[in-house]
């Protein structure tokens, strides 16, 4: 019987725990994770498809903008340049001078002929004027005429248009040989900016397409965070705001950073918002793909009254060292801490929740 009365008196014995409020500064931030990419990194893709035949880089490298990076090799390719090649020499106007040649002395002859018709057919039509002759052969030669006349016609009508076709034939085929090099020079993939290859994608002997990345060309000086910010924090980011940001790779330091874009659509996989900084200290030296943690500043203050956040009870109440509930009033808060505004003096006693 006593030592359950000393249970008793004992458990009514233990106090609780109470914490006062303390005066310090406070910060508001939004968490986020991501990765450092250089700056105007892209993937590089090929703009047509055949074998790598030879890679003119190696990863490290620095290259100029449309610096050579890869050569593709299309057997068809080729055929089609040499195919073009050969129809453009044929179509060549030079090369169809014979057949100009040929219809142009047709028309020679047949405006000589027309001459020759014409001077029967006034003699004849002179002679029957003096009633000599007969009437058909002033028919026979008017015919004899008309048909000559028709004839040279012909002949020029055909000359315009041996001309036009020949023109025609010659601009197509140029045309198409211009496509063709253009193509051909195509199977010289290029670098699109100044920067350094970071990735070599493919080997040589390889089969690449237009959808296949080779390889990986960035800054080699300027690089970018990417920061993958909660939907239910991103109403809360505005450019221009600082970033505090931490690598694995530089143990116990943090970098300042500024918000330079918010991307505006949510990746409804990750149900996050693309956020964007860029370094104000950056480290000594970075890699894209260095992994990153960041703390988005949101607001600050300075000797302000705050708590822990565990004796918040309903984001609105505390309870005082009876147990009692204290409505307050709360300003900034970070993961541990939140700023009281009103509700309880800095010397009030209060008692964690169970």
Partial sequence: MSGILLLVIGACNKKTPTYKPSIESITESVYASGSVVSKNQYQVFPKVSGTIDQIFVLEGDSVAKNSPLFS???????????????????????????????????????????????????RQLTLWEQNIGSKLQVEQSELAYQNSKTNLESALLRLSELIKQIKFSEQQSRKSLQITASTDDDRIVRSHISGKVYTILKESGEMVNQQTPVAVVGSSTEFIIQLQVDEYDIVKVKKGQTVFITLDSYKGKAFKALVTRIHPIMNERTKTFLVEAEFIEKPPVLYPNLTVEANILLNSKERVMTIPRSYLVNDSFVLDKEGNRKRVMTGLKDFNKVEIISGISENEELSIPE
């Fill in 72 to 122: 593709i090799t299309n057997e068809s390719s080729r055929l089609s340049r040499e195919n073009a090649a050969i129809a453009a020499e044929f179509a060549d106007s030079r090369n169809n001078q014979e057949k100009i040649k040929e219809l142009k002395t047709g028309i020679s002859l047949a405006r000589k002929k027309l001459q020759q018709d014409s001077l029967l057919y006034v």
